[in-house]
């Protein structure tokens, strides 16, 4: 079979709608043939993502790294959306799509045939040689993957025999089958009908009853875990299941290696394929389990004080949670796992008819990217914030924001940060357990409205480059600078290190109630180098704008943070990184607080060793290049071939450092200059980010933000005595 294709849309005919219903928002639309079609063109950003020609821009050749970032810029410009963000693609892990088919198919709606055929597109294309999918792009094929993925084929259009399905099911089967497949995907087989809820560990909406002092409080769970957890227990709590349809009974038969109903489901429970295990059941965890499948068992009764069984109480209790949450975020909720299953949980007890589904459903489209591989759902609605934080600052510290050429798209990306700072707290902000958002900014658009520590900084730090143009307005007025530094000193942590959206609320202990086997460290908020790196920088450059506000806290919490970031750094010099690959990553950010402090290469025993780990990986190409592996195993893991992301991170890391070697920067350069096209673009390479220890994902905006950030400064930094 192997000439077989999966079928493709017209990709001229997609248009990449920016900021239609909320600021910042992307989602894309099919335009059918005809005329419609001449009278809306194709925005060059959507012909670059579609991989289509966006026509040829004649650069000089660049004589020196500032030409080069000058050229990459003029590239990334053409990228800019009309409300000054720069679009971008979000991809990388693959158990995302599989949830949100299921759900759209639970509350019987449907995706467009475009997009459907687009759907398909992109899981065969993400297909791995080994023949099936693992949790991510990069990872080898697990049985959360294969299943889910192949779920999801079947769901979105695909015979049971048609191009490679047969061959899918075969590994599936020789993987063990479904019954094997992490907590997780159970939980949607589970929902969809394909697996039994009895083959699924208790996961109870009770918790959510406990008092808040308890140390274990769902509360104090990293959000992402608790607001994962919420509508899952409340699906569980229920046995929700949708509508038992043909395709279901033939996914029944199809995806298990022995008959549906001579499975011994409450044996399943701990069965977990061990290629998909990253973070085993802790036997703690276990006995947990074992106690609850017997409070399972009991008749639900009322308590004595009340008419109404507990089970019953909890639901209503996890409901209201997840109805907070879906309006205090416009119903995007707070990632693509918890906007799947609430919306089936809104489905679930209003019906399809609801205000909350209709709601739900205006923003599924915000979550699915088209690219040139075709569509998935992205980690998250977009990485607006995030991208544009970068490139703003980096086009101010180059000096490329001062050229008459960039002002325009500076003033573009000014005007989208002052509009995307949240100005309020969460409306549910105490009932839904949330840190303040006023002065914040999250990382995507401020309709999903969830403070980052990190993203607060940098869009920030943002603000201040570009206020201190002097062409440009000053929006964003230092009162709203000051909520900014209030959320930011709200956010440090006893020991001064900064986690990712909240106080780090529980102990680490709580990994021992870690139920998704696939992932790492996720139980807690965890305290971060690179977070504290852009809290302690960004209150550090506000001090110096506006010394007097808080002075003694800000001294006192950027002093904490610069202890932290000592603590963390590791024997050999590096630091590790948890949301980009990895040590290279983590090392940069570390290397910018040290600065900060005072400490570089010429006074600095710690620098010195972060330089020293740093000039160890330099391939002899001038490059560096690390795989996602060195975040799963711990150990630094070098990729056979250099990364332009990654020599960008170590140019500039050692820029921060102060080495004195500039060759060793010299050689870096070239390398990134000798990867520019003539248009002035890089070529995507291998993925530049992580979660969760073991899930990569994509960060395709770095190749641009990075080289040009990193070009431009070492041009100046090459040229200094
Ligand atoms: C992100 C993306 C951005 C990232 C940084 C800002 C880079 C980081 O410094 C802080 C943490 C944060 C905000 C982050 C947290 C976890 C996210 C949201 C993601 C990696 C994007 C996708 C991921 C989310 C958990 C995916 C859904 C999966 C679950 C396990 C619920």
Not at 118 to 136: I, T
Not at 511 to 517: C, G, K, Q, V
Not at 622 to 647: A, I, P
Request: with cysteine; hydrophobic share 35%.
């Amino acid at each position: 079979m192997a000439s077989w294709e999966p079928e493709k849309t017209d990709l001229t005919g997609w248009r990449l709608v920016v900021g239609e219903d909320s600021h910042g928002q992307q989602k894309w639309v099919y335009l059918p043939p005809g005329q419609a079609r001449d009278e809306w063109k194709q925005t060059k950003e959507a012909k670059y993502w579609l991989g289509l020609d966006i026509g040829a821009l004649e650069l000089p050749q660049p004589q020196s790294p500032l030409d080069a970032a000058r050229n990459g810029f003029k590239f990334y410009k053409q990228l800019q959306s009309h409300d000054g963000h720069f679009s971008t693609e979000y991809g990388g892990p693959l158990f995302l799509t599989p949830g949100l088919v299921i759900a759209m198919s639970v509350t019987k709606n449907s995706f467009t045939h475009e997009q459907k055929v687009e759907l398909r597109r992109y899981l065969f294309s993400k297909r791995r040689p080994e023949g099936g999918w693992g949790l991510h792009t990069a990872a080898p094929p697990t049985v959360y993957g294969t299943v889910m993925n192949y779920v999801a084929l079947r769901m979105l259009g695909m015979g049971p025999d048609e191009g490679p399905m047969v061959e899918i099911r075969g590994l599936i089967h020789k993987m063990g089958g479904a019954t094997c497949i992490p907590t997780w995907g159970k939980i949607w087989l589970s929902v969809l009908g394909a697996y039994d809820w009895e083959g699924v560990s208790p996961v109870p909406p009770e918790l959510w009853l406990l008092p808040d002092w308890l140390p274990f409080a769902p509360w104090r769970w990293w959000i992402h875990v608790r607001q994962t957890f919420t509508p899952m227990s409340y699906l569980y709590g229920t046995r929700f299941v949708g509508a038992m349809t043909p395709m279901v009974l033939a996914l029944r038969q199809e995806i298990y290696t022995q008959p549906y109903e001579s499975i011994d489901w409450p044996s399943q429970r701990h069965n977990v394929s061990p290629i998909d295990i990253y973070s085993p059941v802790h036997p703690i965890l276990s006995s947990l389990h074992s106690v609850l499948g017997i409070y399972e068992k009991l008749p639900h009764v009322p308590l004595l004080s009340s008419t109404v069984p507990l089970r019953q109480i909890a639901n209503d209790r996890a409901y209201q949670l997840l109805s907070y949450e879906d309006e205090n975020t416009g119903y995007q909720t707070l990632g693509p796992v918890s906007k799947a299953f609430n919306m089936v949980c809104r489905f679930a007890r209003e019906g399809n008819e609801s205000e909350a589904m209709k709601r739900h459903l205006s923003r599924v489209g915000d979550f699915l990217w088209l690219s040139q591989d075709g569509m998935m759902m992205m980690g998250t609605n977009g990485s607006q914030l995030w991208d544009l934080a970068f490139m703003a600052q980096a086009a101010v510290e180059t000096g490329l924001a001062g050229e008459d050429d960039n002002e325009a798209s500076v003033l573009g990306m000014l005007d989208w940060l002052d509009k995307a700072q949240l100005q309020h707290d969460p409306k549910w902000m105490k009932e839904g357990y949330r840190h303040r958002s006023k002065g914040a900014w999250a990382f995507s658009t401020p309709e999903q409205s969830y403070t980052v520590s990190d993203c607060t900084a940098e869009g920030l730090k943002a603000v201040m480059c570009l206020q201190g143009l002097d062409y440009t307005p000053k929006p964003v007025t230092l009162g709203r600078m000051r909520d900014s530094i209030d959320t930011l000193l709200s956010l440090q942590n006893s020991n001064g290190g900064y986690a990712s959206y909240e106080l780090m609320r529980g102990s680490p202990k709580l990994e021992w109630l870690n139920a998704a086997e696939v992932f790492g460290n996720i139980m807690v908020d965890y305290l971060y180098p690179e977070c504290t790196t852009s809290a302690l920088s960004a209150l550090k450059y506000f001090s110096k704008l506006d010394p007097s506000y808080r002075a003694r806290e800000v001294e006192q919490t950027v002093k904490k943070a610069i202890q932290y970031i000592h603590s963390v750094q590791r024997e050999d010099g590096s630091w590790y990184g948890s949301w980009g690959i990895c040590f290279t990553y983590a090392t940069m950010f570390a290397l910018e607080s040290l600065a900060i402090a005072g400490e570089t290469y010429d006074n600095s025993e710690r620098v010195k060793r972060a330089c020293s780990f740093l000039i160890g990986k330099q391939m002899e190409d001038g490059g560096w290049g690390e795989t996602y592996m060195s975040c799963v195993t711990e150990k630094y893991s070098q990729h056979d071939q250099s990364q332009v992301v990654q020599t960008a991170w170590a140019i500039l890391a050692l820029i921060y450092a102060q080495y004195p070697v500039k060759d060793v920067i010299r050689q870096a350069v070239q390398l990134i200059m000798s990867r520019q096209r003539t248009d002035g673009r890089w070529e995507q390479e291998d993925t530049e980010g992580i979660f969760n220890k073991n899930c990569a994902i994509d960060y395709p905006a770095f190749k641009f933000v990075f080289c040009i950030w990193a070009l431009g400064r070492a041009d100046r930094y090459l040229r200094e005595e």
